[in-house]
Nanobody, 116 residues
Framework: QVQLVESGGGSVQPGGSLRLSCAAD????????MAWYRQAPGKERELVAQ???????NYADSVKGRFTISRVNANNTVYLQMNSLKAEDTAVYYC??????????WGQGTQVTVSS
């Protein structure tokens, strides 16, 4: 059973924008801390943005001021709005759901490519 499904990836020019979505199914969404990670070829997976159950957000320094994470519990969906994209943002982006002391779930990933 697929529980997290990402969408919205694609190719954009530097300075462009993309909005990623992650739809959760089969879980009690409001009980999970949601996050976006990314992994570029040859590099380790890194945390990009995180949002708590109450809406508190945390961002990697490299994306502060450019990316915004949000969640709509009624839709079981978390979003990542990415503005002012740079070539260094190119990576596969993964949705993550974490329930303290129980489970961590991962989506299949969506490719984001920033190039001219």
């Amino acid at each position: 059973q697929v529980q997290l499904v990402e969408s919205g990836g694609g190719s954009v020019q530097p300075g462009g924008s993309l909005r990623l979505s992650c739809a959760a199914d089969g879980i009690s969404f409001s009980f999970y801390i949601m996050a976006w990670y990314r992994q570029a070829p040859g590099k380790e997976r890194e945390l990009v943005a995180q949002i708590s159950r109450s809406g508190t957000t945390n961002y990697a320094d490299s994306v502060k001021g450019r990316f915004t994470i949000s969640r709509v519990n009624a839709n079981n969906t978390v979003y990542l709005q990415m503005n002012s994209l740079k070539a260094e943002d190119t990576a596969v982006y993964y949705c993550n759901a974490n329930r303290i002391w129980t489970t961590t779930l991962w989506g299949q990933g969506t490719q984001v490519t920033v190039s001219s």
